[in-house]
C-alpha cells in the first residue's frame, strides 16, 4: 500500500465503523492539544458521562447520605461492579468476581493464596517477558516462602506457549502466572490450553486480564481458570487508580485464604470481633474499606460495553492492528523498524510493538505535536488501539508522523 492509498483505505475503514459514532460518548481534551491518542491501554479516556456521575455522587450521595451511604448500598458496590463486569466482559457467573485494591495488590494476594492452597509444591512458573509487578511479586512471594521461580523465556514477538509451559510445570509446580494479553507484544496467550496443562500437573493458574480486559474476549468459567486479575484504568476507562479487579473460582472459595486479614474481608466485620474469621464468598478477598469514588466510572463504561457487545469490539479491534500493520510495514520497515507483535490477527491483542533505536528520544517530540503512543523501554513505541475511542485515521496519522520524523533523521540505520 502507498501513502495515499493508507489514508484511503482509513476514511473506508472509519465510514463503514459500526462503532464510530460512540466515540462522541468520550470527552476531547479541551485545549485542541491531542490529535491522535494511541495510549487508551495505558489510560483510557473518560466517558462524558462519568463527569455527572462523579459530580452526583460527592452531592448527592457523600454529600447527601454521609455515613448512612454504606449501609444503603456503598457496601456492596465493589461486589456489584464485580458481578457486572463477569458478565458484560469475563465470562464469569455472578459472586466470583470484585473490585479491590490495585492489580499489583491483588496479584500478590491471589499468588499468595494459590501457594497456600498447595503447600507441598515448591515452584512458581512466570514468564520472563510479563509486566514488572507481575515479576517482582512472584520474586518476592517466593523470598518471603522459601520458593523458586521458574523462568520462561519467550518471542520478542510473542508470549508463553502452550509447549513452553508443559515443559516447565511438573509435580513441583504451584502456581503457572501468566497474562492473557502480554503488555508489550500484545500476545493473546492461549488459555484454556495452558489452564488445563497447568491443571494436569496439579499446579494452579493465575492470569493477568490487565491488557484484555474489555478488548479481548474471556471466558474465565469456561476456560476454567483459578484465578485472575485485571486493571479498570485502560479498556475499562475507570479514571487515573481506579481500582482493580479479581475473580476467584467457585470452587476454591470456600478454602480461599489470602494474607491480608482486614475487618470487611471478615464473616461480620459490624461485631468488631476478637478473632478473624473469613467471610463467605468473594468478599474475603476484600482487606479494607473499598474505594467507592475510584470505582463509578467503570460502571459508566460497563454501560457502554453492553450496549455493543465485546464481540463488536473485539472485531474493530483486529481492523485497527491490521491496518497498523500495514502501516508499518508499507512506511516504517523500509526505516528499518521492526514488528515486535504477532503478526496473526486471532493472536494478537489490541495493541503493537514497534523497534527503533531512534524510539526512544522520539516519543517526547512525538507527544510535543499532539500525537501520543506510548514509549516502551528500551526501543518500542506502543500503539494501543482502544476500539471505542480510536479511529483508522488516529492510526494512519500516527505512523506517518513516526514517518516523517525517521525521514528527518535520515534514519537508514539499521535498528538495534
Ligand atoms: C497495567 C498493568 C498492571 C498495573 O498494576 P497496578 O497495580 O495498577 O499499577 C499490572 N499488570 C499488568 C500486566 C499490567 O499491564
Redesign the pocket.
Known amino acids: 500500500m502507498t501513502r495515499s492509498s493508507l489514508a484511503d483505505r482509513a476514511a473506508e475503514l472509519d465510514a463503514d465503523d459500526p462503532l464510530a459514532p460512540h466515540r462522541k460518548l468520550f470527552l476531547d481534551a479541551p485545549d485542541d492539544s491531542v490529535r491522535a491518542y494511541l495510549d487508551g491501554n495505558?489510560l483510557g479516556r473518560p466517558l462524558a458521562a462519568t463527569v455527572d456521575t462523579l459530580t452526583s455522587f460527592v452531592q448527592e450521595q457523600w454529600g447527601g447520605r454521609l455515613i448512612r451511604g454504606w449501609d444503603e448500598g456503598w457496601l456492596r458496590l465493589p461486589q456489584q461492579i464485580g458481578d457486572r463486569l463477569g458478565r458484560v466482559a469475563l465470562g464469569a457467573a455472578e459472586g466470583q468476581c470484585v473490585v479491590a485494591d490495585?492489580?499489583?495488590?491483588l496479584?500478590y494476594k491471589l499468588a499468595r493464596a494459590a501457594v497456600a492452597a498447595r503447600p507441598e509444591r515448591t515452584e512458581i512458573v512466570v514468564d520472563r517477558d510479563?509486566?514488572p509487578?507481575?515479576r517482582f511479586i512472584v520474586e518476592g512471594i517466593a523470598r518471603e516462602r522459601g520458593l523458586t521461580v521458574r523462568w520462561l523465556d519467550v518471542a520478542y514477538d510473542g508470549g508463553a506457549t502452550p509447549d513452553d509451559v508443559a515443559a516447565a510445570v511438573g509435580p513441583q509446580t504451584a502456581l503457572v502466572l501468566l497474562?492473557h494479553v502480554a503488555?508489550r507484544s500484545g500476545f493473546i496467550a492461549d488459555v484454556p490450553t495452558i489452564t488445563r496443562i497447568a491443571h494436569d500437573a496439579g499446579a494452579l493458574v493465575l492470569w493477568?486480564l490487565?491488557?484484555s480486559v474489555a478488548s479481548v474476549p474471556a471466558q474465565l468459567d469456561a476456560w476454567e481458570v483459578d484465578y485472575a486479575t485485571?486493571?479498570s484504568?485502560?479498556y475499562l476507562n475507570g479514571g487515573p487508580?481506579a481500582p482493580?479487579w479479581a475473580y476467584v473460582a467457585q470452587r476454591h472459595l470456600a478454602t480461599f485464604e489470602q494474607p491480608i486479614l482486614g475487618w470487611l474481608g471478615s464473616a461480620d466485620p459490624f461485631r468488631m470481633g476478637s478473632a478473624y474469621e473469613p467471610a463467605d464468598g468473594i468478599r474475603r478477598l476484600v482487606s479494607g474499606t473499598p474505594p467507592i469514588i475510584g470505582m463509578l466510572a467503570i460502571q459508566d463504561m460497563l454501560s457502554v460495553i453492553e450496549g455493543v457487545s465485546m464481540d463488536a469490539i473485539r472485531a474493530k479491534s483486529e481492523l485497527l492492528t491490521a491496518l497498523a500493520v500495514h502501516a508499518v510495514d508499507t512506511l516504517l520497515e523500509p526505516h528499518g523498524v521492526v514488528l515486535a507483535s504477532p503478526r496473526d490477527a486471532s493472536r494478537r491483542g489490541g495493541h503493537i510493538t514497534i523497534d527503533h533505536a531512534a524510539f526512544a528520544t522520539m516519543v517526547p517530540e512525538l507527544w510535543e505535536e499532539g500525537v501520543i503512543p506510548d514509549y516502551r523501554n528500551p526501543n518500542g513505541i506502543r500503539l494501543g488501539l482502544s476500539p471505542l475511542t480510536t479511529s483508522f485515521e488516529d492510526v494512519v496519522l500516527t505512523i506517518e508522523a513516526i514517518a516523517a520524523r525517521l525521514d528527518a533523521r535520515g534514519a537508514s540505520s539499521p535498528q538495534v
Open positions: 495505558s490495585s492489580t499489583s495488590v496479584l510479563n509486566f509487578s507481575d497474562s503488555y493477568d490487565s491488557h485485571g486493571c484504568y485502560k487508580g482493580a
